[in-house]
């Protein structure tokens, strides 16, 4: 009981922060009478939001998709090569200064390359969502991996284990904290490239939306558009974390025992 009052706690106290944060930014607004061309009330782009959501809509739709899209292409790459990566010295010494290195590349200028390669339009943007969200997931499952310890693998050797039933029954089961910890990183991003991709490369999305509003200074449109990507990410963060908790629920208590010990 004392536990669940303790996350209604904080469930409330984070409600009540953001609603005193937009009610700071409106009186804010009011205040200082800052023009609409640069800060717009969070008022103004709520109702923005409900007047031009028929408008709003396809392209939301659009962004959702070219995100999810490339989102779990990017995991699927990001769990085969963490694996290669994390499960043999060879492959970890070659392959992971090739992934540091092409992760320091801006995804900025990858996009150009694919609309050479593939034209202008979703496909850019879906391989940029995909490349952008690789790297978090190799590093975090090839970590989850190599934190197995020698010691139990030699043991299971003994009892007649081979290396690919130590991989699957043990090694992956207990990397599974450490993908989820990544799969909240690499849908964040995975918007980042999208509309990156949109904003340069495509003729729908909500990227593409942001970029003829700024045009033509419609900044409430602007913000409309910030604040529908928000809402998607943290749908999406709010789906990865109950579907963590489902499937990585002995981890958690483990730690709350910890913290409570």
Request: net charge positive; proline share 5%; charged share 10%.
């Given at each position: ?18 609603i ?7 009186v804010a607004?009011?205040a ?11 008022s103004?782009i ?6 031009r959501?028929p ?9 959702l ?15 085969v ?38 034209g202008?339009?979703?496909?850019p ?13 190799v ?42 910890a ?18 340069v ?34 749908g999406?963060y709010?789906?990865?974390s ?20």
């Open positions: 009981m004392n536990h669940l009052s303790a996350k209604n706690r904080q469930r409330v106290l984070s409600l009540a922060v953001l005193g944060f937009f009610l700071i930014w409106e607004c009011l200082t009478g800052v023009s609409d061309l640069i800060l717009p009330r969070p103004q709520a109702s923005v939001l409900f007047q959501m408008l709003l809509w396809p392209h939301t739709v659009q962004t998709y070219t995100t999810l899209l490339g989102f779990f292409l990017g995991v699927l790459v990001g769990i090569l963490g694996v290669i990566v994390g499960s043999s010295r060879l492959a970890y010494n070659v392959a992971y200064p090739l992934l540091v290195g092409f992760s320091s590349i801006p995804k900025v200028a990858v996009v150009p390359i694919f609309v050479v390669w593939f202008a339009g979703t496909v943007a879906v391989l940029t969502s995909m490349v952008i969200s690789i790297f978090p997931v590093v975090n499952v090839a970590t989850g991996l190599a934190n197995t310890e020698p010691e139990l693998e030699d043991v299971l050797r003994v009892l007649g284990a081979k290396k690919r039933d130590i991989l699957w029954n043990v090694s992956l089961p207990r990397a599974l904290p450490y993908l989820f990544s799969l909240k990183v690499a849908i964040t991003l995975s918007f980042v490239g999208t509309v990156l991709s949109e904003s490369a495509a003729n729908r999305g909500i990227g593409n939306v942001m970029m003829i509003a700024s045009g033509n200074f419609d900044v409430p449109l602007v913000f409309a558009g910030l604040f529908i990507l928000a809402i998607m990410g943290v999406l709010a789906i990865s109950f579907v963590e908790r489902r499937m990585t629920g002995w981890a958690q208590r483990k730690n709350e025992i910890a913290a409570t010990s």
